[in-house]
C-alpha cells in the first residue's frame, strides 16, 4: 500500500448502532497513525495519536485499534449519536519525515 | 494555550489573479507548520510544510508557493490563480515527530471564477 485508504467513503446509521471504520497505510518505516474528527464548519481535532503495535485506545464512546505490521487500524463507535455524525480521517506518519499523509475520509452520518 | 489564526476566512478571486493567505500561531515556538487543500469532494492533501523559518517543503508541483519569513507565521502565494485552486484551505501546527498531533485553523475557503 502506497497510499493512505479509508473505507467505507461513507456510512448512514441509526441513532444506537454501532459502527466501524477502515484505515489502511503503508507499513514500512510506519512511525504515528492519527485520527481526527471533523465536523461541518469546523476545523478537524485529533481523536488519537497511535505509535504502537497492538495499541488501543479510548475516548468515551470511541475507540480505536492499531496494527502496524499489517498496516491497518479501526475506529469504532459504540451507540452511535446525531452529534457524531462528521468526516473521520486517519493520517500516517514515517520516520523518516514531519509530513502526515492524509487519507480521504470516511463521512458518517447518524440519524435521529 | 496555543492557537492559530488563518485570514481571510473567504475570498472569491478572478482567474489569473494573485493569492496570499495568511496563517499564525500564538503560544508556542518553534513550531512545525502545513498547508493543506480540500478540493470539491477530495480529501486533504499536504501542499507545504515547514520546519523551521524559511525552510520549506513542497509536496505538489502547482502554481502556489509558501513563505515563512517568522517563526510564527506561514504565508500561502500564487502569482496568477487557476480555476483547479479553488477549495478548503487549512494550515495546522504541530510540536515536532509524527507522534505529536496537528492543530489546525479555522480554514479558507477560496472560491477562483
Known amino acids: 500500500i502506497l497510499n493512505v485508504e479509508q473505507s467505507p467513503q461513507s456510512l448512514h446509521v441509526q441513532e444506537g448502532d454501532s459502527t466501524n471504520f477502515t484505515c489502511s497505510f503503508p507499513s514500512s518505516n510506519f512511525y504515528a497513525l492519527h485520527w ?11 481523536l488519537f495519536v497511535m505509535t504502537l503495535n497492538g495499541d488501543e485506545k479510548k475516548k468515551g464512546r470511541i475507540s480505536a485499534t492499531l496494527n502496524t505490521k499489517e498496516g491497518y487500524s479501526y475506529l469504532y463507535i459504540k451507540g452511535s449519536q446525531p452529534e457524531d455524525s462528521a468526516t473521520y480521517l486517519c493520517a500516517s506518519g514515517t520516520d523518516s519525515s514531519y509530513k502526515l499523509i492524509f487519507g ?8 435521529p | 494555550s496555543q492557537t492559530i489564526h488563518q485570514w481571510p476566512a473567504t475570498l472569491v478571486q478572478p482567474v489569473g489573479s494573485p493569492l496570499s493567505l495568511e496563517c499564525t500561531v500564538e503560544g508556542t515556538s518553534n513550531p512545525n507548520l502545513y498547508w493543506y487543500r480540500q478540493a470539491a469532494g477530495r480529501g486533504l492533501q499536504l501542499l507545504f510544510y515547514s ?6 517543503s513542497s509536496e505538489v508541483p502547482q502554481n502556489l508557493s509558501a513563505s515563512r519569513p517568522q517563526d510564527r507565521q506561514f504565508i500561502l502565494s500564487s502569482k496568477k490563480l487557476l480555476l483547479s485552486d479553488s477549495g478548503f484551505y487549512l494550515c495546522a501546527w504541530t510540536h515536532g515527530t509524527p507522534s505529536y498531533e496537528q492543530y489546525f485553523g479555522p480554514g479558507t475557503r477560496l472560491t477562483v471564477t
Do not use: D, N
Open chain 2, 51 to 56: 520546519v523551521g523559518i524559511g525552510q520549506i
Open chain 1, 104 to 111: 480521504s475520509g470516511t463521512r458518517l452520518l447518524v440519524r
Open chain 1, 36 to 46: 481526527y474528527r471533523w465536523e461541518t464548519a469546523k476545523s478537524p481535532e485529533a
